[in-house]
């Protein structure tokens, strides 16, 4: 199975989002890949490594294409679905993240 889904943390697949998408792909007993939408499958790679998630360079906005099979093949795609679609600090780990350093996305850089 497979699905669509558009990137919504700024860093994209960098970082922390990166890192809870892999962490997500390896809950699951379902063979999981990401790549870029109309990728055949041979550009498609492993969801459950940081540095070939890392390797895709998918950013902000971009959609990638999502596929799992195993026996938790559609939970897996729910879950990897809702990493990529939510905000980066929207996950509740952190208390107030978003200004206890003076920083909320909007750097120095103008943006």
Not at 43 to 51: P, Y
Not at 63 to 79: T, Y
Request: charged content about 30%.
């Amino acid at each position: 199975m497979e699905r669509t889904v558009r990137i919504v943390p700024e860093a994209g697949l960098h970082a922390r989002p990166a890192s809870q998408f892999v962490e997500t792909a390896n809950e699951f007993d379902a063979e999981t890949q990401v790549g870029p939408t109309g990728a055949s499958e041979d550009g498609l790679v492993d969801a459950r490594s940081m540095l070939a998630v890392t390797s895709l360079g998918a950013g902000h906005g971009e959609e990638v294409r999502l596929v799992a099979e195993g026996d938790d093949a559609e939970a897996a795609l729910d879950a990897l679905e809702t990493v990529l679609s939510t905000p980066e600090g929207g996950d509740g780990d952190g208390e107030g993240e978003e200004g206890a350093d003076g920083a909320n996305g909007e750097g120095a850089d103008g943006g």
